[in-house]
């Protein structure tokens, strides 16, 4: 799609040295992290430790001052063509699901797929049609958001950007504005989608799904990434301070 | 006994209880409940009496329905129909000449036949039906009006050069020759030299090629019909008046302020600090001046600063100044619109790679749009009755020229004045209200929407 060279064999994220700061406060410090293809990272923390801003900057929601974050051979600079890029091949699932609200659920999975990737209408019908049934709702097409729970809202807000055939996924605190009897038909949608390799990265507070989905847990603390692990490690034998507090807070 | 409890089955539902009925319980609730009811009761009904009954005596009851001169008018105290039935046509198109009055007839029948299906959501080929009203119509509604065969002269080489001392192409149907040919000269040179440039800004040679031909090909099909000669006699727009000025004017002013005020709007909240400041700048400066002001100045002032000899025709003078106030007007409308569209619609278009344009025209606008539809209108009602200031640069329409009519003494009598008003009065009544009144179906419309937007904020 783009003109960019990519390192055939580049990790889907790089992310070296990153910084950020909102006015004088500094949220993100010194973020070094890889990502690799196909794996699925969990991110944790208290709230302000800054997972959201951190996956917001992959698709450039949020600039970052310094460093350096290569998304799939991409550098993220402020260059509009790079943004675009990085954006089309990469998908975001919100807190809020953040639904078109004035589009019907197929017109809010065919709106990027023509006019960003350029699909003839039924193509990107067909497509979207595909990613409903995939998330268990091609009975809502027609609806528009308002109409559906906030589960199947969050599950049309995963089959939308998954219509642009995404090479990695952000996941926002995707189940924290759920009832708890529909965070679980959420998170199925999102193991599903982990059992066919998509790459991942998830900010979430749900730690029975982190320990069963994730390849890797990353704790953050105050901007910096604190702990690092595959989870039955990270669970079983957390080495920071910082992280077994956490835990004994989180943990019954 | 034990404590705890089972539902066994579920209640069903009961209607509600009944209100106490009756017409007599109506009044008595609504309208006689206490002493302060009563009070508000008997005010009400007085200002009723006092206002309708001889609103319904002077239009109807008193009025006279017939009549060929004053003499028919002088002595009654009603409305004087007849005054309005003689001066009917000069009412409706000023001083048009009358052999040509199916032109204007012809620019109602094809609007109504355009904007009719337009405003009823069920009407199929929307896209078309767009295309025409606010694409062709205007070219043809301007061409049926004035006569056309402007017969330009020079485009913009011909300003430096004498082309038609070096070639002699001839004139063919009111196209002048030598201004197609300085037309598709000057198209060719700045193509050119823009994809040049552009070229330097690594945009593709091609991109450029395009964008020009449709830039020079949107210009000449809005240029050649206006150039032809259909065969119809010019009319001057001196000539024009009454309803068919107003209704151009306002149309004109509709159309153009929502384009205008949405690049307004949009332009304030840009990041570009040089297109916010202008875009201030702009807005401010038009929404400070009286639009008398504007009227007098594009009237009056406006040609002792243009070139010597370049002038434009003094109706398009003031429906440009119109547009202009009325855009001004429209972006602050527009922007609150804007306003109201949370940031995470903003985000949640970026990260799906829509770039600006699509993320306002696809996902921002449309909501906003729909959420100002009463400020929207609002405004258009406004400008509606505000054309009527164009009578102060001499313009007549619809008011102007019934005021005109005043003057005839062989209608001089007593109720003319009165009657004069109060058709006008009718008829703006009528068009404002037909405006309110669709408004208000859209809004409805829209009414689920404003559901959705909220159920998605939730």
Not at chain 1, 51 to 77: A, M
Not at chain 2, 76 to 89: L, M, Y
Request: net charge positive.
């Amino acid at each position: 799609m783009s003109g960019f060279a990519k390192a055939p064999d580049a990790a889907a994220v790089e992310m070296s040295g990153v910084n950020k700061w909102f006015g004088a406060f500094h949220v993100l410090r010194d973020i070094d992290l890889q990502v690799a293809r196909k794996e699925r990272i969990v991110i944790c923390g208290p709230s302000g430790s800054g997972k959201s801003t951190l996956i917001r900057c992959i698709n450039r929601l949020e600039d970052h001052q310094s460093g350096r974050i290569v998304v799939d051979g991409v550098e993220l600079t402020s260059d509009l063509r790079s943004i675009d890029a990085v954006r089309a091949d990469v998908g975001m699932v919100f807190q809020q699901f953040n639904l078109f609200p004035h589009l019907t659920v197929m017109e809010n999975c065919t709106l990027a797929q023509i006019w960003v990737r350029g699909r003839p209408k039924a193509e990107a019908e067909a497509v979207a049609m595909r990613l409903l049934e995939r998330v268990r709702i091609p009975e809502q097409a027609d609806k528009y958001p308002a109409q559906l729970s906030g589960g199947q809202q969050q599950r049309v807000a995963i089959a939308r950007a998954l219509c642009m055939n995404p090479k990695i996924m952000l996941f926002d605190e995707p189940t924290s504005a759920l009832d708890p009897e529909m965070i679980k038909e959420v998170l199925d949608t999102i193991r599903s989608l982990a059992e066919d390799g998509m790459t991942m990265l998830i900010v979430t507070h749900e730690m029975g799904f982190a320990r069963q989905v994730a390849d890797r847990i990353i704790f953050m603390d105050e901007g910096q990434i604190v702990e690092a692990n595959r989870p039955e490690e990270f669970f079983n034998n957390p080495r920071h301070e910082r992280t077994k507090q956490f835990l004994s807070q989180i943990l019954p | 006994m034990s404590a705890a409890f089972v539902r066994a089955e579920t209640l069903p539902p009961q209607p509600a209880p009944f209100a106490t009925g009756g017409l007599g319980g109506w009044f008595a609730r609504r309208l006689l409940a206490t002493p302060g009811d009563v009070a508000m009761t008997i005010v009400g009904f007085a200002a009723f009496v006092l206002i309708v009954v001889p609103l319904l005596r002077f239009l109807v009851l008193d009025a006279v329905w017939s009549g060929e001169s004053r003499d028919d008018c002088i002595k009654a105290s009603g409305a004087c129909w007849p005054f309005v039935a003689a001066k009917f046509n000069q009412f409706v198109y000023g001083f048009y000449p009358y052999d040509e009055l199916w032109r204007p007839n012809l620019v109602f029948a094809l609007g109504l036949l355009l904007l009719v299906p337009l405003m009823i959501p069920a009407a199929p080929f929307k896209r078309l039906n767009a295309i025409l009203f606010f694409g062709v119509y205007p070219i043809v509604g301007f061409v049926l009006l004035t006569g056309g065969n402007l017969d330009f002269q020079r485009f913009f080489i011909g300003r430096f050069v004498r082309i038609s001392d070096y070639v002699d192409v001839g004139n063919w149907r009111g196209f002048r020759g030598s201004f197609w040919l300085d037309f598709a000269a000057t198209a060719v040179v700045l193509t050119a030299a823009i994809a040049i440039v552009a070229r330097m800004f690594r945009t593709r040679f091609v991109t450029s090629l395009k964008a020009m031909l449709v830039v020079f090909g949107a210009l000449a099909l809005l240029l050649a019909p206006a150039d032809a000669d259909f065969g119809l006699r010019w009319v001057e727009s001196r000539e024009w008046g009454g309803l068919l000025v107003t209704l151009v004017v306002a149309i004109t002013g509709i159309v153009a302020s929502l384009p205008i005020g949405i690049a307004l709007a949009l332009g304030r909240r840009s990041n570009m600090r040089l297109v916010r400041w202008v875009s201030i700048a702009f807005i401010e400066f038009w929404r400070g001046v009286p639009l008398i002001t504007v009227l007098f100045f594009a009237t009056y002032m406006l040609p002792l600063f243009l070139p010597g000899g370049a002038s434009i025709e003094r109706l398009v003078r003031a429906l440009i100044g119109v547009a202009l106030f009325a855009g001004a007007y429209m972006a602050e409308v527009v922007r609150g619109g804007l306003q109201a569209i949370p940031k995470h619609q903003y985000e949640s278009a970026a990260a799906l790679g829509l770039g600006y344009w699509r993320t306002m025209g696809l996902v921002v606008l449309p909501q906003a749009l729909t959420s100002v539809i009463p400020g929207i209108v609002n405004n258009f009602i406004g400008l509606f009755k505000d054309t009527t200031l164009v009578q102060i640069v001499a313009i007549l329409d619809l008011l102007g020229q019934i005021r005109a009519a005043f003057a005839d003494p062989n209608w001089a009598a007593p109720t003319t004045l009165y009657t004069g008003f109060a058709f006008a009065g009718g008829i703006y009544f009528i068009f404002c209200f037909a405006m309110s009144r669709y408004a208000l179906f859209l809004e409805r419309r829209a009414g689920a929407g404003a559901l959705r937007i909220e159920g998605a904020m939730r």
